[in-house]
């Protein structure tokens, strides 16, 4: 209420600010007419000769001079000159005072609420307009480009925004022309297999692997050129080689890398790297007595466990693949997918975690 208020008077000093002048007289304004000024001067002059200041003769030459002047200026000045009425320039100050608001509230009541929630900003990035205006910029670049074909940097910018708006033959279109014209580099060979990848489905087709090949020439650390070698010799049934490459990649990893968590829970996927949470000797030791029940209801309880877990703190990407890829290993997909659905709402406020959760997602084929 006191925000409210203050807006209030402010509303209010603005209005007064406005409507003041319109509620004064505007007598003031006949004295500095032209007319009056000349009378003023002749009654100068008659005091300048009363006081001897000035001689009889120049006093009459003035008087003369100044009279013909005020004749010519009385002359000139319409014969009833329109005078405002104060009464009425005060009714509308009036009016205005309380009409102003009262128009001001009509307005809003049908089209705004002061219990309406935030937009969030993720969400307006989301929107249509969002997508307009990068479409529209994507547009301007291509213009620049088709009269400019020789601009490296441009197709460098081009590139990866094409490949976010799913025009991925485009993207590798641009990533070429961003090779020819800015040189050879491990990160452009491996960003132009990603899109050629994307273009297929997801699958690393011979020509993308080979430019994976050329980028890890290029940089033997290079993470995307890794992961993506990896990747071609799982979808080529090599297993083991695709957990041999990933194993590689994460013992060189920073602990803070944006893709670990997709690299573990692809590891995970070719048997590289457990799906469940880590087991203890003891656990391990008594499930070699156990029945296949027994095992499986140890599993469903560590399962269970799992996701208590991360519903009390859901900030644990790789839990949440770990938890999605165990329900898909027991054949719970409706579980699995409620759990995407899950993760995606508690890292939604986090750019960075929804990237990875997304990336990792997609690798299980849940990426929709």
């Given at each position: 209420?006191t925000?409210?208020?203050?807006?209030a008077l402010?509303?209010?000093?603005?209005?007064?600010?406005?409507?003041?002048?319109?509620?004064?007289?505007?007598?003031?304004?006949?004295?500095?007419?032209?007319?009056?000024?000349y009378?003023?001067?002749?009654?100068?002059?008659?005091?300048?000769?009363?006081?001897?200041l000035?001689?009889?003769?120049?006093?009459?030459?003035?008087r003369?001079?100044?009279?013909?002047?005020?004749?010519?200026?009385?002359?000139?000045?319409?014969?009833?000159?329109?005078?405002?009425?104060l009464?009425?320039?005060?009714?509308?100050a009036?009016?205005?005072?309380?009409?102003?608001p009262?128009?001001?509230?009509?307005?809003?009541?049908?089209?705004?609420?002061?219990?309406?929630?935030?937009?969030?900003?993720?969400?307006?990035?989301?929107?249509?307009?969002?997508?307009?205006?990068?479409e529209?910029?994507?547009?301007?670049?291509?213009?620049?480009?088709?009269?400019?074909?020789t601009?490296?940097?441009?197709?460098?910018?081009?590139?990866?925004?094409?490949?976010?708006?799913?025009?991925?033959?485009?993207?590798v279109?641009?990533?070429?022309?961003?090779?020819t014209?800015?040189?050879e580099?491990?990160?452009?060979?491996?960003?132009?297999?990603e899109?050629?990848?994307?273009?297929a489905?997801?699958v690393?087709?011979?020509?993308?692997?080979a430019?994976?090949?050329?980028?890890?020439?290029?940089?033997?650390?290079?993470?995307?050129?890794?992961?993506?070698?990896?990747?071609?010799?799982?979808?080529?049934?090599?297993?083991d080689?695709?957990?041999?490459?990933w194993?590689?990649?994460?013992?060189k990893?920073?602990?803070?890398?944006?893709?670990?968590?997709?690299?573990q829970s692809?590891?995970?996927?070719?048997?590289?790297?457990?799906?469940?949470?880590?087991?203890s000797?003891?656990?391990i030791?008594a499930?070699?007595?156990?029945?296949?029940?027994?095992?499986?209801a140890?599993?469903?309880?560590m399962?269970?466990?799992?996701?208590?877990?991360?519903?009390?703190?859901?900030?644990?990407?790789?839990?949440?693949?770990?938890?999605?890829r165990?329900y898909?290993?027991?054949?719970?997909?409706?579980?699995?997918?409620?759990?995407?659905?899950?993760?995606?709402?508690?890292?939604?406020?986090?750019?960075?975690?929804?990237?990875?959760?997304?990336?990792?997602?997609?690798?299980?084929?849940?990426?929709?």
């Amino acid at each position: 209420m006191t925000l409210w208020f203050v807006f209030a008077l402010m509303t209010v000093a603005a209005i007064f600010a406005v409507l003041w002048p319109l509620g004064r007289n505007s007598g003031a304004q006949d004295q500095g007419s032209e007319v009056a000024v000349y009378k003023d001067q002749l009654a100068e002059v008659e005091r300048d000769l009363a006081a001897g200041l000035i001689p009889a003769p120049e006093a009459e030459a003035a008087r003369v001079e100044i009279s013909r002047r005020l004749l010519a200026a009385a002359a000139s000045e319409p014969a009833t000159a329109p005078k405002s009425n104060l009464k009425w320039r005060r009714a509308a100050a009036v009016v205005a005072l309380a009409g102003l608001p009262l128009v001001a509230v009509a307005v809003y009541m049908p089209l705004g609420s002061p219990r309406l929630q935030d937009f969030p900003l993720a969400q307006r990035e989301r929107g249509p307009g969002m997508a307009q205006s990068l479409e529209s910029l994507v547009v301007q670049v291509e213009q620049h480009l088709e009269k400019n074909p020789t601009d490296g940097r441009g197709w460098n910018v081009l590139a990866p925004v094409l490949e976010r708006l799913g025009r991925f033959d485009d993207a590798v279109r641009a990533y070429r022309n961003s090779l020819t014209y800015n040189g050879e580099s491990a990160e452009r060979r491996s960003d132009l297999g990603e899109a050629m990848s994307a273009a297929a489905g997801g699958v690393v087709t011979a020509e993308a692997k080979a430019e994976f090949e050329r980028a890890h020439a290029l940089n033997a650390d290079d993470p995307k050129a890794n992961y993506f070698l990896g990747l071609a010799a799982e979808q080529d049934g090599r297993k083991d080689d695709a957990a041999t490459i990933w194993r590689a990649l994460l013992a060189k990893a920073p602990a803070d890398a944006p893709w670990r968590a997709l690299v573990q829970s692809s590891l995970a996927r070719v048997g590289g790297g457990g799906t469940m949470p880590a087991l203890s000797d003891e656990t391990i030791a008594a499930s070699k007595d156990m029945d296949e029940g027994g095992r499986n209801a140890m599993v469903r309880g560590m399962v269970d466990r799992l996701a208590t877990r991360l519903k009390q703190n859901g900030d644990d990407v790789e839990g949440w693949l770990r938890l999605v890829r165990a329900y898909l290993v027991m054949g719970e997909r409706d579980k699995a997918m409620g759990a995407s659905a899950d993760a995606r709402q508690a890292v939604a406020s986090d750019a960075e975690r929804l990237r990875q959760l997304n990336d990792g997602l997609r690798t299980l084929g849940l990426g929709g």
